[in-house]
T-cell receptor, first 112, second 118 residues
Framework: DAKTTQPPSMDCAEGRAANLPCNHSTISGNEYVYWYRQIHSQGPQYIIHGLKNNETNEMASLIITEDRKSSTLILPHATLRDTAVYYCIVRGGSSNTGKLIFGQGTTLQVKP | DAGVIQSPRHEVTEMGQEVTLRCKPISGHNSLFWYRQTMMRGLELLIYFNNNVPIDDSGMPEDRFSAKMPNASFSTLKIQPSEPRDSAVYFC????????????????FGPGTRLTVL
């Protein structure tokens, strides 16, 4: 599975959009981009995933660049409860094993 | 749906003792994953099962660790003998492995078991 690079931390004002970037320049054509988050002391929680088209669900939007080498997770109206570590993970493809390889993620601090 | 259930939620034991962590996956899911989280190493996959069969145990630290899945609704992770460096939060997750491209649906994680070995 391709490696991902994320900034270690970000701040966001409550009510504003939080845009979390992720670089995955070695992603292969049939690998998916997944986002999970982990709120303090809880298990990781699935947010969204995509292949090449932009995706949106009730939690967030995922924007994947045309070359698929990077993506952005957007929380449109961040709340204090969105404070968490956000993980960008690439997996799938021909060697799809179902394994999730967690990096260090981005710690998002939503401030009042 | 109750989600993934793990027990106990907290375990404190002494070095050398046997520790058994338990997991009940979401009904209908056919894949189960055990992870460990520490400050130093982050979240690590230890082992995972498909249809109750262990597929990849390359993340299991050493022979002191063993995992079983006797049926689709129950799995255990055992540490014998336990050591202080095993202190961590252990998460269990389950998902549905499909036959379509992409293969696996998202994983649902349990609340974790916080293990402290003195």
């Amino acid at each position: 599975d391709a490696k991902t690079t994320q900034p270690p931390s970000m701040d966001c004002a409550e009510g504003r959009a939080a845009n979390l970037p992720c670089n995955h320049s070695t992603i292969s054509g049939n690998e998916y981009v997944y986002w999970y988050r982990q709120i303090h002391s809880q298990g990781p929680q699935y947010i969204i995933h995509g292949l090449k088209n932009n995706e949106t669900n009730e939690m967030a939007s995922l924007i994947i660049t045309e070359d698929r080498k990077s993506s952005t997770l957007i929380l449109p109206h961040a709340t204090l409860r969105d404070t968490a570590v956000y993980y960008c993970i690439v997996r799938g493809g021909s060697s799809n094993t179902g394994k999730l390889i967690f990096g260090q993620g981005t710690t998002l601090q939503v401030k009042p | 749906d109750a989600g993934v259930i793990q027990s106990p939620r907290h375990e404190v034991t002494e070095m050398g003792q046997e520790v058994t962590l338990r997991c009940k996956p979401i009904s209908g899911h056919n894949s189960l994953f055990w992870y460990r989280q520490t400050m130093m190493r982050g979240l690590e996959l230890l082992i995972y099962f498909n249809n109750n069969v262990p597929i990849d145990d390359s993340g299991m630290p050493e022979d002191r660790f063993s995992a079983k899945m006797p049926n689709a609704s129950f799995s255990t992770l055992k540490i014998q003998p336990s050591e202080p460096r095993d202190s961590a939060v252990y998460f269990c997750a389950s998902s549905l492995k499909r036959r379509l491209a992409g293969g696996y649906n998202e994983q649902f994680f349990g609340p974790g078991t916080r293990l402290t070995v003195l």
